[in-house]
């Protein structure tokens, strides 16, 4: 177990709606990441942080914004809702460590957009 | 950019077969390194095997074990005997380093493997 909690799990909104996401993690790790999982694309990067307030954008960013104001929460905010971003959410960590330490990952918030 | 392809998108085996996972990756980077992640039906993602460019050795664990050519660049992955709970989705993943200076995972699309009973 990684310490890394993400809330809410599931999660039904309507289209055009602002939903935030939220990952938490225990163990001050600097590097934070989320990706969204659907079927076909296998996981991919929308956001990731680098330490407080330092983000930067991954391949599938649009009409996603983040924000790390403290090193254990990084917040991932659709400003308002699309059908396409119906996904299952995935927050994670990178410890750090000799070369490419790998990421641990949370459990996942599952959203639909109706 | 990085790149990861599993060309096999679903896997059907029965108990007992032996599976081979395929991954190929494009990286212009003369050390990355590689990764498998497993993904139960329960959803979680966990972590497998972590691998660096530079050590081809093939890695045995159990019934898990890993192929790693870089003239190839693929990082094949075969389950012995595969069993009813090796039932998931696997992930590859390659490492790529960002402008500036963090590292993000790039996935390839995963591989559906159902064993049966």
């Known amino acids: 177990d990684a310490g890394i909690t993400q809330s809410p799990r599931h999660k039904v909104t309507e289209t055009g709606t602002p939903v935030t996401l939220r990952c938490h993690q225990t163990e001050n790790h600097r590097y934070m990441y989320w990706y969204r999982q659907d079927p076909g694309h296998g996981l991919r990067l929308i956001h990731y942080?680098?330490?407080?307030?330092?983000?930067d954008k991954g391949e599938v960013s649009d009409g996603y914004s983040v924000s790390r104001s403290k090193t254990e929460d990084f917040l991932l905010t659709l400003e308002s809702a699309t059908s396409s971003q119906t996904s299952v959410y995935f927050c994670a960590i990178k410890p750090l460590g000799s070369g490419s330490s790998p990421l641990h990952f949370g459990n996942g918030t599952r959203l639909t957009v109706t | 950019a990085q790149k990861v392809t599993q060309a096999q998108t679903e896997i059907s085996v029965v108990e007992k077969e032996d599976v081979t996972l395929d991954c190929v990756y494009e990286t212009r980077d003369t050390t990355y390194y590689l990764f498998w992640y497993k993904q139960p039906p329960s959803g979680e993602l966990v972590f497998l095997i972590r691998r660096n460019s530079f050590d081809e050795q093939n890695e045995i664990s159990g019934r898990y074990s890993w192929n790693f050519q870089k003239s190839t660049s693929s990082f094949n992955f075969t389950i012995t005997a595969s069993q009813v709970v090796d039932s998931a989705v696997y992930f590859c993943a390659l490492s790529e380093l960002t402008q500036g200076g963090s590292e993000k995972l790039v996935f390839g699309k995963g591989t559906k493997l159902t064993v049966n009973p």
């Open positions: 942080s680098y330490g407080v307030k330092d983000t």
